[in-house]
């Protein structure tokens, strides 16, 4: 499973993105098989989940930080997920990874991400 993320960028506080991740599964039954999610990383920091979705995609999670501002969904049909970003924070830049594993959501953390994306840059800044 190949995963390619799109959709970051250089948006002002307050403003909203909208993060796509393509993933290239030999079938669409196949990538109805994965756990998806979106982590972000920052310089010196660890890798951290922001949000999870179940592969039906009726199940989300969502980090503290960004509950009520950003929305996990996904299009198995299509087999595409993407990640709607509103009200943006400056704390909210970081380089965003989408990941896939045949885990749970509850089980989802960086060691047990079997496929990461390339990672693309989000910058809030006036």
């Known amino acids: 499973l190949e995963l390619v993320e799109s959709g970051g960028g250089l948006v002002q506080p307050g403003g909203s993105l909208r993060l796509s991740c393509s993933g290239s599964?030999?079938?669409?039954?196949?990538?109805?098989?994965?756990?998806m999610a979106w982590f972000r990383q920052v310089p010196g920091k660890e890798r951290e989940r922001v949000s999870c979705?179940?592969?039906?995609?009726?199940?989300?999670n969502y980090a503290d930080s960004v509950k009520g501002r950003f929305t996990i969904s996904r299009d198995n049909a299509n087999k595409t997920m993407f990640l709607q970003m509103n009200s943006l924070e400056p704390e909210d830049t970081a380089v965003y990874y989408c990941?896939?594993?045949?885990?749970?959501?509850?089980?989802?953390?960086?060691?047990?991400?079997?496929?990461w994306g390339q990672g693309t840059q989000v910058t809030v800044s006036a």
């Open positions: 990941a896939a594993d045949t885990q749970p959501c509850s089980s989802l953390t960086p060691p047990h991400v079997r496929y």
């Open positions: 599964a030999r079938s669409t039954f196949t990538f109805h098989y994965y756990t």
């Open positions: 979705v179940s592969q039906s995609g009726e199940r989300t």
